[in-house]
């Protein structure tokens, strides 16, 4: 038996990057727990496939294509939010650029383009639920962030932990301004979750993922259905009292000290 705190039947979430990976687990997992989902992506076979999904759930579901790097096709998107459902209770913040580079060779323009698609389009998105949540005097929103959110990374990623760490003071500063009015502001911190572009990165050096592993004590990296949980939970009355947390979903990895060692991993 389902506790009750965690059900979201009769409530609305859009969940953006629900193509794939984290934002495809999340929507699902909304829909799972009772919720009715808008679903966003540039990629608009992928976002229809996951909103095929949800309805085989028995649960609505609308897709949107959608860019969102695109402040108008935000707005639009919202839009067709209020003629579809009239209402918005949770946000999954999930889609965002990325781009790997020196910081000393980076052109302006890529880090310009990276910094406006983690920060600028995800405060759009924000901003335009958070209007709506606060006419109703309640919502919850949900950033992904990164590990980089709170910590350095190297391998250059200056572009992605610079935006990713505007995420994490976003969440903290809208917080800080809705909770009293209703609207809980959080953010999940991933480290490695698996995807085709990390997959394709680790493919491509045999030493990436023994790397990663070494920080990671559960000794694995994330799979994107790890975020069902924790994403049910700050959704949902659960988590009535939490806004503004920034939470490792990590496998240990902020827990253990850069001179620290992992322990002996569980035999298979």
């Known amino acids: 038996m389902t506790h009750p705190l965690f059900d979201m039947t009769g409530r609305v979430a859009l969940v953006s990057g629900a193509a794939q990976g984290m934002g495809r687990a999340m929507a699902i997992a909304f829909a799972e727990a009772g919720a009715d ?8 076979q992928g976002v229809e496939a996951t909103a095929e999904h949800i309805r085989s759930l028995g649960r609505r579901a ?8 695109k402040i108008d096709q935000i707005r639009a998107m919202f839009a067709k939010l209020d003629q579809e459902y009239g209402k918005i209770d ?20 890529t880090f310009a383009g990276i910094i406006h698609g983690l920060l600028v ?6 901003q335009e639920a958070g209007k709506r949540m606060l ?5 919850s929103i949900i950033n992904i962030g990164s590990l980089a959110s709170i910590t350095a990374l190297g391998r250059g990623n200056f572009a992605y932990s610079v935006g990713m760490g505007g995420v994490a003071q976003m969440t903290r500063e809208l917080s800080t301004e809705w909770s009293g009015r209703g609207v809980r502001v959080n953010a999940i911190l991933p480290a490695q979750v698996l ?7 680790m493919k491509t050096d045999p030493n990436l993922e023994a790397m990663f592993l070494r920080g990671i004590p559960t000794g694995r990296l994330g799979t994107p259905d790890d975020i069902k949980g924790l994403a049910i939970f700050l959704a949902s009355d659960a988590s009535s009292w939490i806004t ?6 990590d496998g240990g990895n902020l827990a253990v000290n850069a001179g620290g060692t992992v322990g002996p991993k569980r035999q298979a």
């Open 37 to 44: 989902l808008m679903v966003a992506d540039i990629n608009a």
């Open 62 to 69: 609308v897709a949107v294509p959608c860019d969102i790097t």
């Open 90 to 109: 949770v946000l999954g913040n999930v889609a965002g650029p990325a781009s790997l580079g020196k910081p000393e060779e980076m052109p302006i323009e």
């Open 121 to 126: 389009a995800r405060f759009t998105c924000c």
């Open 135 to 139: 006419a109703a005097g309640k919502g």
């Open 195 to 201: 995807n085709p572009g990390l997959e394709e990165r």
């Open 244 to 249: 503004g947390a920034l939470i490792p979903m």
